[in-house]
């Protein structure tokens, strides 16, 4: 069984401050990482994709990915109130169908 | 307008009957997926297709079917529903071609009830 796992939350901090959220996954080789943003009750929206090992920016959203700890993670800079959310991690199956799995996603809650 | 279309929104049904969940796209995707959410589980994914000729068993596809009846059309049916399939469903489509063929972009969702 391949797996993602999150802290489910919630991650409180304080406007403006840096919201880190952190996935692991199970599958080594897995080679696509996803993080969607979504609010409750509506749908899962794709904010970042990250193929490489490093860091990939993209406005106040940074994904970074280490395969070899097999650790991917978010992490949003001057956090707004609106970000408030849960961010799902999805990774996707080395097998030969290459389906995603999804984590339970962090709950994020930014503190005005 | 949406790119990826649910009907319906909300559905409330009681045991035993059948249900048919609809989806849509205009994405010009091959790919299409159905995902039911409930709390504490996150998503999991029931059916997916690759292509009108390809459906395949996702981790809880027990109790549900699928009918892909074109390349934009992608249907879930709960033959006879009973209340644990009470949730939140997601159709969501991704496209094969590219580096991002597992990039999914999801549909607004159905809260079905089963009474």
């Known amino acids: 069984q391949k797996e993602v796992e999150q802290n489910s939350g919630p991650l409180s901090v304080p406007e403006g401050a840096i919201a880190s959220l952190n996935c692991t996954y199970s599958d080594r080789g897995s080679q696509s990482f996803f993080w969607y943003r979504q609010y409750s009750g509506k749908s899962p929206e794709l904010i970042m994709s990250?193929?490489?090992?490093g860091d990939k920016e993209d406005g106040r959203f940074t994904a970074q990915l280490n395969k070899a700890s097999q650790y991917v993670s978010l992490l949003i800079r001057d956090s707004q109130p609106s970000d408030s959310a849960t961010y799902l991690c999805?990774?996707?199956?080395?097998?030969?169908?290459?389906?995603?799995?999804f984590g339970i996603g962090t709950k994020l809650q930014v503190i005005p | 307008d949406a790119d990826v279309t649910q009907t319906p929104r909300n559905r409330i049904t009681k045991t035993g009957k059948r249900i048919m969940l609809e989806c849509s796209q205009t994405?010009?995707?091959?790919?299409m997926y159905w995902y039911r959410q409930d709390p504490g589980l996150g998503l999991r994914l029931i059916y997916y297709s690759f292509d009108v000729k390809d459906i395949n068993k996702g981790e809880i596809s027990d109790g549900y079917s699928v009918s892909r009846q074109a390349q934009a059309k992608f249907s879930l049916s709960l033959e006879s529903a009973i209340p644990n399939q009470t949730a939140l469903y997601f159709c969501?489509?991704?496209?094969?071609?590219?580096?991002?063929?597992?990039?999914?972009?999801f549909g607004p969702g159905t809260r079905l009830t089963v009474l």
């Open positions: 999805a990774v996707n199956d080395s097998g030969g169908y290459q389906k995603v799995t």
């Open positions: 990250i193929y490489s090992n």
């Open positions: 994405k010009g995707h091959d790919r």
């Open positions: 969501a489509t991704s496209d094969s071609l590219g580096r991002a063929y597992n990039e999914q972009f």
